[in-house]
């Protein structure tokens, strides 16, 4: 079992940020870690930076930036991530070890928006996820933007049709013979029409029929025309 998560905090010098009265503004940080060297290793990094606060464990509930370092996201991380961000007085940002794409999803799901590799976080690229998730920034690597990106289009895609069909589903050749279907036109007509052989059009339709698992040209075209395919 790991140990439990907590945070360190130090106290650093004035920053580049300008508050409304004219003195140096720095984004406070509470930085949550299950392991004493990951946490010792973040703390040193960002206690150089003016641009950063880190906070006393009193305060850390008011951080600007919680700042969560592990190795992978474990249930134990998840229910951390889920409480830090029912508070509304911080936003969260995510330093970990290994992340799959389901792991990446229960990340967005917690509402981190802010992720970067613990093998690429040196004190630039620390501070910079610090500022951009004190902004409500975005940030991810990305190899992990596009496994997202897929996700969202395989959820996009599930929607559209139970079967997980999509309005991918046709090619330009096959939504055009559909439409002249929908016409009225016959095989040879189509034939003429697309100048393909009667063989093709032929192919091509029972290749749509039997893909989508319809019953006959009749029932394509409905289905074509239901999920804007044509």
Same mark, same amino acid.
Do not use: W
């Given at each position: ?133 004190? &902004? ?66 032929? &192919? ?27």
């Amino acid at each position: 079992m790991s140990a439990p998560i907590s945070y360190e905090h130090t106290t650093v010098g004035s920053g580049h940020r300008i508050s409304r009265t004219g003195r140096p503004e720095r984004v406070t940080v509470a930085v949550y870690a299950a392991d004493p060297i990951l946490r010792v290793g973040v703390v040193q990094q960002l206690r150089q930076r003016p641009e950063v606060d880190l906070l006393a464990d009193a305060d850390a509930e008011g951080a600007q930036v919680s700042l969560v370092v592990v190795d992978n996201v474990e249930d134990d991380v998840a229910a951390l991530l889920h409480r830090l961000r029912l508070n509304s007085a911080t936003q969260v940002g995510l330093v970990v070890g290994t992340l799959g794409s389901g792991a990446l999803q229960r990340v967005i799901e917690c509402g981190v928006s802010a992720v970067l590799r613990r093998a690429e976080a040196d004190q630039d690229r620390l501070v910079h996820l610090v500022l951009a998730t004190a &902004n409500g920034e975005g940030v991810l690597p990305g190899d992990l933007l596009g496994k997202l990106l897929a996700q969202v289009g395989s959820l996009q895609r599930s929607s559209l049709d139970p079967q997980g069909l999509s309005l991918s589903t046709l090619t330009t050749r096959e939504a055009d013979m559909l439409r002249l279907v929908s016409e009225g036109l016959d095989t040879a007509e189509i034939a003429r029409k697309t100048a393909y052989s009667e063989r093709t059009v032929k &192919n091509v339709l029972h290749e749509i029929i039997t893909r989508l698992q319809l019953r006959n040209r009749t029932h394509a075209v409905g289905y074509a025309l239901r999920n804007g395919l044509i």
